[in-house]
């Protein structure tokens, strides 16, 4: 079962611009990852953010959560052709550290 | 440098066929997972494993058994392979300690079932 959808699905920008992703669920959760995956590749973790956090940064990653609004955002400032991959927003299912993976937003970074 | 390998990254089998893929990490990690991901469905959890010999059904278990005889080794297996298995078969560990929920990756491995 799917927890974590993210929007959009798709997003073509410029090199030097910002892309922001979007990521809904639908249960009470616990924290929330981000994870990026370069075409063909495994996946690597970027950041997590717990819910008693609202804002979490890592280099030029934003990482917001809303749990009011079963919501997070991830924003990566001035984007590089190397951003260019899916990503993919995690939340905590259970124990032994489970995870759900949403179906992915795909950046496009054109140089 | 962590690192999870996986046996194959290209793999072609016929219907029917039974179809072994294995995942190794060096982490010492206790969690081991099997995923497959398909275009438009994300990653879906088949298996899980949170210790030697344990194993745990995910949300898409059918079809698949998997097997863990030591730590570092988790091993997937399609016991009559079809071809709506054919996909990317991804695995990943994680630790037990503290409340890290980090997955460490491997690199995949792309099934074909003609």
């Known amino acids: 079962s799917q927890q974590g959808e993210e929007d959009p699905q798709a997003l073509s920008i410029q090199e030097g611009e910002n892309a922001t992703m979007n990521c809904s669920y639908k249960?009470?959760?616990?924290?929330l990852q981000w994870y990026r995956q370069n075409s063909g590749r495994g996946l690597v973790h970027l950041i997590l953010?717990?819910?008693?956090?609202r804002e979490k940064h890592s280099g030029r990653l934003r990482v917001t959560l809303d749990t009011s609004k079963k919501s997070s955002s991830l924003l990566i400032t001035a984007s590089r052709a190397a951003d260019t991959a899916s990503y993919f927003c995690a939340t905590d299912a259970g124990g032994y550290q489970k995870v759900t993976f949403g179906i992915g937003t795909k950046l496009q970074v054109i140089p | 440098d962590v690192k999870v390998t996986q046996s194959s990254r290209y793999l072609v089998k016929r219907t029917g066929e039974k179809v072994f893929l294995e995942c190794v990490q060096d982490?010492?990690?206790?969690?081991m997972f099997w995923y497959r991901q398909d275009p438009g469905l994300g990653l879906r959890l088949i298996y899980f494993?949170?210790?030697?010999?344990?194993?745990e059904k995910g949300d898409i278990p059918e079809g698949y058994s998997v097997s863990r005889e030591k730590k570092e080794r988790f091993s997937l297996i399609l016991e009559s392979a079809s071809t709506n298995q054919t996909s990317m078969y991804l695995c990943?560990?994680?630790?037990?300690?503290?409340?890290?929920?980090?997955?460490?990756f491997g690199p995949g491995t792309r099934l074909t079932v003609t």
């Open positions: 982490m010492d990690h206790e969690n």
């Open positions: 953010i717990r819910s008693n956090e």
């Open positions: 249960t009470s959760i616990n924290n």
């Open positions: 990943a560990s994680s630790s037990h300690t503290g409340s890290s929920y980090e997955q460490y």
């Open positions: 494993s949170y210790d030697v010999k344990m194993k």
